[in-house]
């Protein structure tokens, strides 16, 4: 996969020529149930979805897109947070979920009740439902392609692996996995779970460096490249190739070290504003539009070439991202369509 913006841009060139269905959604209530908020991702996330969901109720394109997050991560809560939202009468949910089947059974219910069904990020198998998302098996893939690249002659790995029991850390394991069978000079020696958050990943680097052999590069998931290297730092051991995952302080970092002897790694990760993306579907489905139910968009990456160019623009402490508009949508759709 070409990891490039350019494919989806091509796309939105095209959007004004399409022409949205003619039902009216001003009517009509969008919930965002939402089973995370502790790390940068999440929090540009939901910064997004307030930006465009604000102007979307201002512009009497929907009446309502309120947000509701669960405070404990748990499957349960997140069930009966969406049963809640059905007897909200809510029109659509936009879900990123806590787990891809356990909480099918709630999103049945919702379809039953003829409420539109949009997962994302973190998505649900349940048929009923629509799925945005990008190739994360393909994405953790990448990762090992790339280190590869910048490790040839191959060696030991440390895994990070993101929230347990969530599609997305899954399908990124898989996809590492994928990578290790098709470059078998690298070897993983060590897993540990960072939650997506750098604090997390520190402390359970930092519990596993002393009982591993030299490491030569670090897999992960995002949230934990900059987290990772201060583990590694902090241990006196020698600095790995790590895997980045589009976050500020990760590239200021690789910025600072590509400075001080010239660095290389790579960085590769779902925007957050894929939420404004997963929004707009929502309303099209309201709005009558037909789809398939899986639609894919590309992931954002950045190489040693472009990530200083990028940085400016990504808020101290935040992520890489892009906020998505009705008209992307509608080229998403059409995409995904062929």
């Given at each position: 996969m070409k990891p490039a913006i350019a494919l989806l841009t091509c796309a939105v060139?095209?959007?004004?020529?399409?022409?949205?269905?003619?039902?009216?959604?001003?009517?009509?209530?969008?919930?965002l149930s939402n089973n995370y908020a502790g790390n940068s991702w999440r929090q540009s996330m939901l910064k997004s979805y307030a930006k465009t969901a604000k102007k979307a109720v201002a512009d009497k394109t929907v009446a309502a897109a309120d947000v509701f997050t669960t405070a404990d991560k748990s499957v349960p809560t997140q069930a009966a947070q969406i049963q809640n939202l059905i007897l909200q009468n809510y029109d659509a949910i936009v879900?990123?979920?806590?787990?891809?089947?356990?909480?099918?059974?709630?999103?049945?219910?919702?379809?039953?009740?003829?409420?539109?069904?949009?997962?994302?990020?973190?998505l649900v198998t349940e048929p009923c439902a629509y799925r945005v998302t990008v190739d994360y098996r393909r994405l953790g893939r990448d990762e090992v392609d790339?280190?590869?690249?910048l490790q040839p002659k191959g060696g030991n790995l440390l895994e990070i692996r993101g929230l347990a029991g969530t599609s997305i850390d899954a399908s990124i394991h898989a996809g590492i996995l994928d990578g290790i069978k098709a470059h078998p000079n690298f070897k993983i020696?060590?897993?540990?779970?960072?939650?997506?958050?750098?604090?997390t990943a520190q402390k359970a680097v930092a519990t596993i460096l002393p009982s591993l052999p030299p490491v030569v590069g670090v897999v992960d998931q995002g949230g934990d490249g900059y987290g990772a290297a201060q583990a590694f730092a902090s241990a006196g051991k020698p600095r790995?190739?790590?895997?980045?995952?589009?976050?500020?302080?990760e590239l200021n970092w690789w910025k600072e070290q590509k400075a001080k002897d010239?660095?290389?790694t790579w960085s590769g990760s779902i925007p957050p504003g894929i939420v404004t993306l997963a929004f707009w579907i929502a309303q099209q489905l309201l709005d009558g539009k037909k789809m398939p139910h899986d639609l894919t968009v590309p992931y954002l990456s950045f190489t040693q070439d472009t990530f200083e160019a990028a940085l400016p623009s990504i808020p101290k402490g935040g992520v890489a991202s892009r906020d998505y508009s009705q008209a992307d949508?509608?080229?998403v759709i059409k995409a995904n369509s062929k």
């Open positions: 060139l095209g959007a004004a020529a399409i022409t949205p269905a003619a039902a009216d959604t001003h009517t009509k209530r969008i919930a879900l990123n979920a806590a787990s891809p089947d356990a909480l099918n059974g709630a999103v049945r219910q919702a379809c039953g009740a003829h409420i539109t069904v949009v997962s994302f990020d973190g790339q280190m590869a690249k020696v060590g897993s540990v779970t960072g939650d997506w958050d750098q604090t790995p190739t790590i895997i980045m995952g589009n976050r500020w302080d010239g660095y290389r949508a509608i080229a």
